[in-house]
């Protein structure tokens, strides 16, 4: 049965995008053209300069192609299966875990603190926006992780420890940490 629906739309579809070639006016969807009236015949055509009938034409195809798109997917049982999809945010990927606070390295627990109250950080970098580009954390609008330092005893430079944080600043309970610099995520939760 929807199959034969979609054919239906999609004959539908081409003949709204297509005009008549003999009298150059639309004989899709709106037309005004009886099925087997000859050309030159149509009910409410008006002859209209060629840029306002590209212009008009534009309009109708744009409506009849939403009509068809909506048809189609009510034929096909579409709206059933874009109410069952989950919103971004509940869209977690399957490697991260959890870490209790209590587990959090002292550093960690720190720079936890840190980000609740707004700073000072130790590093430049911290606080800027994490972009997440390997998808490693659930999907979100860029600008909505922020990343942080974690520091690493007797290390040089910034060390491979890092928390990051979604949501406005100085705000912990979406926050992940990462100790093999953002190989791996785990939640922290309280």
């Known amino acids: 049965m929807a199959r034969m629906g979609l054919l239906v739309l999609e004959n539908a579809l081409e003949s709204a995008l297509e005009p008549d070639p003999e009298s150059g006016l639309r004989t899709g ?3 005004g053209r009886k099925t087997g009236q000859k ?3 149509e009910r409410n055509a008006v002859r209209v ?8 034409g534009s309009i109708r195809r744009v409506a009849t192609v939403a009509a068809l798109v909506v048809a189609a ?3 096909t049982g579409g709206l059933e299966s874009a109410q069952a999809r989950s919103t971004p945010s509940d869209d977690v990927p399957a490697n991260i875990g959890t870490i209790a606070v209590g587990q959090l390295p002292t550093e960690a627990v720190n720079t936890l603190g840190l980000i609740a109250t707004g700073g000072p950080y130790p590093f430049e970098k911290d606080g800027v926006v994490f972009g997440n580009f390997e998808r490693a ?10 990343e942080y330092t974690v520091p690493t005893p007797r290390a040089h430079n910034r060390g491979a420890r890092r928390i990051v944080c979604g949501g406005p600043l100085r705000q912990t309970d979406d926050c992940y940490y990462s100790d093999d610099h953002y190989a791996s995520f785990k939640r922290i939760v309280e």
């Not at 300069?49 to 008009?56: R, S, Y």
């Not at 954390?137 to 860029?142: A, G, K």
């Open 29 to 31: 969807l709106g037309s």
């Open 39 to 41: 050309p030159g015949h």
């Open 49 to 56: 300069p060629a840029t306002l009938n590209l212009c008009f």
């Open 73 to 75: 997917t009510f034929a």
């Open 137 to 146: 954390l659930p999907y979100h609008r860029r600008g909505y992780y922020h």
